[in-house]
């Protein structure tokens, strides 16, 4: 039986003979450089880290482009270090799917130290400050998800954590933020050398987000005379610190049950899923898609990885934010969005099976090509048709990748906005097109309304994935039940479609409250009534193109 550890990987013929691809460097060497002289430590020890980030540094490591590895600190889920690193010496075993069912396996040996950063944790966080005061850090990268960056709570105050943080200094912080600031100020403090901060999460302006973070907490502590008055300055000095803006794309859903199965199949042990004590599920192995992409703002100011070497995309900020903006609001995440909502209401529990349904792969054919394309922002560096061709073709429709419109349904309040309102405001503002003209848009802004109601298109209840907003969105549906065509549901969903906190605008002053409104009422008439309204206008209303 193979296991993933140091020791198991020394039988290379057995790895080999079960497909598996190892490392092709010297690990002590580049353990050791690593120690002395280390150049990148990343927050967040997930699965798109493992199986995204880890992968691209290997590759440069294994053609001699790079000689020390990556630190991988975790500032959230302190077991995914104790229970998914530790044990296996911090490999990590990667499974690419392709929608035909191929499996790529390759065993991840980049990751050279794997610690937390508590302040409890003595020898850990030792380690840590000793990586920021060394002058040969280039870059501290970050996959903390956006809440990671939030100081404030939905009243506007600084979180508890937080305020325990800005009134303790930098000697024991908790929160991320304050945590990434501290190791700053060591470093400051230490001789004010250069480095990177990199968020790699995806969320708009994430390089932003972080700078904001960072530099909040910098400053309280500043005013409160806990950090030495330099400290923000050196902060704020693009010569010394920068945060880029990055746009990342990769599907890494939690560990399939059916690759755990492949894998125990070809002789390797010891690959159980592992839920810690705060519900994050991983596995020594991370399944994911093939696709991926990392587009990232080029301005490092004490050296980088040739990560350009490895399929990522180094360019100015505002291509970045072009290839964000035409994934976001065009090409990827509003048929995402769309998928998640209508498939919570028909039953469906996997994307790829929503991708069967010619009505739904239809919806999202018309929200992309027919809606999305005239209007799309081209980044000049990726092809949009391209993008979206592979999107449909091949990433949504991968039935290898356990991705379900439950999780991706969640939070959707924060999302629509930008997800749908971007492509209505592109249009209110081409003179050629006429934001009425849109079908599929409206329609899936119906179809989340309907899906706030809790009741499938069977009529049954069903559990709603979490959302900020959840609770105040149904109170203003509160009244509405299936059947009801009257008067009473269409004013209950006209106080959502006239919120401008939720899109940006009022959907009625772009002419299409009316449109979504008489969807939203045709979704109620009773059971199965979901489904009629989508083939409705997705089959028998449908435009075959909006010219433009």
Not at 122 to 130: F, G, P, S, V
Not at 351 to 368: H, T, Y
Request: charged residues 20%.
């Amino acid at each position: 039986m193979l296991r993933l550890n140091r020791a198991g990987l020394a039988d290379t013929q057995a790895w080999e003979a079960a497909g598996i691809q190892l490392p092709g460097f010297d690990y002590d060497t580049v353990a050791q450089n690593t120690l002395s002289a280390p150049e990148w430590i990343h927050f967040g020890a997930g699965n798109i880290f493992r199986g995204f980030v880890a992968n691209a540094h290997q590759k440069l490591l294994d053609s001699g482009k790079a000689n020390t590895g990556i630190i991988a600190a975790e500032t959230f889920d302190y077991e995914m270090i104790d229970k998914a690193y530790r044990p296996y010496d911090n490999l990590t075993l990667l499974v690419l799917m392709n929608a035909r069912g191929d499996l790529i396996k390759k065993v991840i040996g980049s990751i050279t130290e794997a610690i937390t950063a508590d302040p409890n944790r003595e020898a850990d966080y030792t380690r840590l400050i000793e990586v920021f005061e060394n002058p040969s850090l280039q870059l501290a990268s970050f996959t903390i998800t956006e809440k990671g960056y939030s100081l404030f709570g939905p009243g506007g105050q600084y979180l508890s954590v937080v305020e325990q943080d800005l009134a303790n200094g930098p000697e024991h912080p908790v929160h991320a933020m304050s945590i990434a600031a501290s190791l700053a100020y060591r470093r400051y403090l230490k001789g004010g050398y250069p480095m990177t901060f990199v968020s790699m999460d995806n969320c708009s302006h994430n390089g932003d987000k972080l700078k904001h973070g960072i530099l909040t907490v910098a400053k309280e502590w500043a005013k409160k005379g806990l950090v030495e008055d330099g400290f923000v300055a050196y902060l704020e000095d693009e010569r010394k610190i920068t945060f880029p803006l990055t746009m990342i794309d990769k599907i890494t859903p939690r560990p399939s049950q059916s690759v755990q199965a492949a894998l125990l199949e070809q002789g390797i042990g010891g690959m159980d899923v592992i839920v810690t004590s705060k519900n994050t599920y991983t596995a020594p192995f991370v399944n994911a898609e093939v696709s991926e992409y990392l587009v990232i703002e080029d301005k490092f100011t004490n050296g980088r990885p040739a990560l350009e070497q490895a399929g990522i995309i180094f360019t100015d900020r505002d291509t970045v934010n072009q290839v964000e903006t035409m994934k976001v609001t065009t090409c990827l995440n509003p048929l995402h969005t769309a998928l998640a909502v209508s498939g919570c209401l028909l039953g469906y529990t996997l994307i790829a099976d929503e991708m069967k349904d010619p009505v739904l792969r239809r919806f999202v054919e018309m929200i992309g090509y027919t809606e999305g394309l005239p209007v799309v922002v081209d980044p000049g560096i990726l092809s949009p048709k391209q993008f979206l061709d592979e999107v449909l073709q091949e990433r949504f429709a991968n039935p290898f990748i356990p991705d379900t419109p439950q999780r991706i349904a969640t939070d959707t309040s924060q999302k629509v906005g930008i997800r749908f309102g971007e492509t209505i405001k592109a249009y209110i503002r081409r003179d050629d097109l006429d934001p009425v003209q849109l079908s599929a848009i409206p329609l899936a802004i119906a179809v989340w309304c309907r899906y706030l109601l809790g009741l499938d298109d069977e009529g049954q209840t069903f559990t709603l994935s979490p959302d900020p907003l959840l609770e105040s969105l149904q109170a203003r549906l509160q009244e509405v039940t299936l059947g009801d065509k009257g008067q009473k549901a269409a004013a209950a969903v006209q106080s959502i479609l006239h919120d401008e906190a939720i899109f940006g605008m009022d959907l009625y002053a772009t002419g299409l409250g009316g449109k979504i409104e008489t969807m939203f009422t045709e979704m109620l008439a009773g059971p199965h009534a979901v489904r009629a309204t989508l083939e409705k206008y997705v089959v028998q209303e449908a435009p075959t193109t909006i010219s433009g």
